[in-house]
Every structure is written in structure tokens, then in C-alpha cells.
């Protein structure tokens, strides 16, 4: 049974055909009310603060800041109840990240729009929703891999510059990719070596694929 209250939503993705005609749909349901969307996470903030909502959908395929960041930042200044992941990130790790940044829900872009709507209800009446498959997917690593460092937080540029070693990338190069010097990409290196216990790129690259981090 949906609730009579007009749930209170906001749209954040940074890909305007995809926002606009999610907008258009989710504002014909019962219920919804469409507050606004925007493309960043910047812009979404400043409009919130004046216009604070119940539920929050965002993207988290683009990194304008820290996805993480921006959830805590919503919650903690009340400028939402509810925060909900909408996205196409199947990877294991950024899973885990979101969840321990106080997200309700994570949902995948691939999903039915009616799918979405249900979650939509039962993330409002405090419910917890993932996506079926993200669950799979997890529980069937933490079946196989006990040893999976669920507390491990390895950061968004932490992850380009791995992304970058297993393209084959020399720290001279990852440098001039990401604009940061030579010796902050070796600090990166050291960083990730630590958290993942590994000494070169070849064991990060594997274990990076054996946690899903990497494909």
C-alpha cells in the first residue's frame, strides 16, 4: 500500500537526456513529487539547501567530488532523508564505499523502470534496497573470499591510478594523465600497496581483480 504523502524527490546525473526523461517518468507516478535534478553534485547542494527533499537519486558514474563525500555531507546537513545510488557501477568495491557512506539504497541503471518505482516506496518506508544481482555478486565473494577487507576504503583517485597501472600506465605517464606530479602518483602507489598488502603492480593488479575492483 503507497503511502498518501507526497514523496519528496530530487534527480542528480550528469547525463541530461537520462535525467530529463527519468524526470518526466518518475513525475506521472502517484505520489512523487519531482522537486528538481541537476547535473553536479555542486549545483544539487545549493539547491537543496533551500529546497530540502525526502529522497535523493544520484549518479555515481562521474566524480565531480568524492561520490561518498556527498552523500554524508546531504545527510548530515538534513538536506535529505533518504539517499539512494542510481548507476551502472557493478564494481564490488565502490559498492562497499557507498554503503559505508550512509547510503538507503543501490540501484542499477540496467533495472525496470517499475523496479525502480517499488524501490522508490519501500527505500521511503525504511527499507534497505540493492539491486538483486549487486547482492549476489556480494555474497557469493564473501562465500568464496573470506579474507575480502570489507573496511578497506581505497579512494576515487586511488582507484584511477590503479585503473591506470593495469593499462600499463609508468608513473610519468599516470602523472601527466591525472595533472599531478610524479612523486604524489608514488604516494598514491604506496597508499594502495599498504591497503591492498601487496609489494608490486603485478600482485595489485591481480588481487584488484580478485576483489572487483578491476575487470
Not at 6 to 33: P, T, Y
Not at 61 to 87: C, G, R, W
Not at 169 to 189: C, D, P, V
Not at 194 to 209: C, F, H, L, T
Request: glycine residues 4%; aromatic residues 8%; charged residues 25%.
Amino acid at each position: 500500500m503507497k503511502n498518501e504523502k507526497s514523496i519528496r524527490i530530487f534527480l542528480i546525473d550528469n547525463h541530461a537526456l537520462f535525467r530529463k526523461g527519468l524526470k518526466a517518468i518518475l513525475a506521472d507516478v502517484s505520489n512523487f513529487k519531482i522537486v528538481g535534478d541537476a547535473s553536479s553534485y555542486h549545483e544539487a547542494e545549493t539547491i537543496l539547501q533551500e529546497n530540502p527533499v525526502d529522497m535523493v537519486l544520484f549518479d555515481t558514474d562521474f566524480y565531480i567530488i568524492k561520490n561518498n563525500e556527498f552523500s554524508e555531507n546531504i545527510l548530515k546537513n538534513n538536506l535529505t532523508k533518504k539517499v539512494v545510488a542510481l548507476t551502472f557501477a557493478k564494481s564490488r568495491l565502490e559498492f562497499l564505499n557507498a554503503i559505508k557512506s550512509g547510503i538507503h539504497g543501490y540501484i542499477l541503471k540496467d533495472e525496470e523502470i517499475d523496479y525502480l518505482i517499488d524501490c522508490i516506496y519501500k527505500i521511503h518506508a525504511g527499507r534497505f534496497i540493492v539491486s538483486e544481482s549487486m547482492v549476489e555478486k556480494l555474497v557469493k565473494l564473501l562465500i568464496e573470499k573470506s579474507e575480502f577487507p570489507i573496511n578497506l576504503i581505497i579512494s576515487d583517485r586511488e582507484l584511477e591510478v590503479l585503473s591506470l597501472i593495469q593499462n600499463g600506465y609508468s608513473n610519468s605517464q599516470i602523472g601527466k594523465h591525472l595533472f599531478l606530479s610524479e612523486n604524489t602518483i608514488k604516494t598514491h602507489i604506496k597508499h594502495i600497496y599498504k591497503k591492498m598488502s601487496v609489494s608490486n603492480r603485478k600482485e595489485a593488479i591481480e588481487k584488484g581483480i580478485l576483489w572487483g575492483i578491476l575487470k
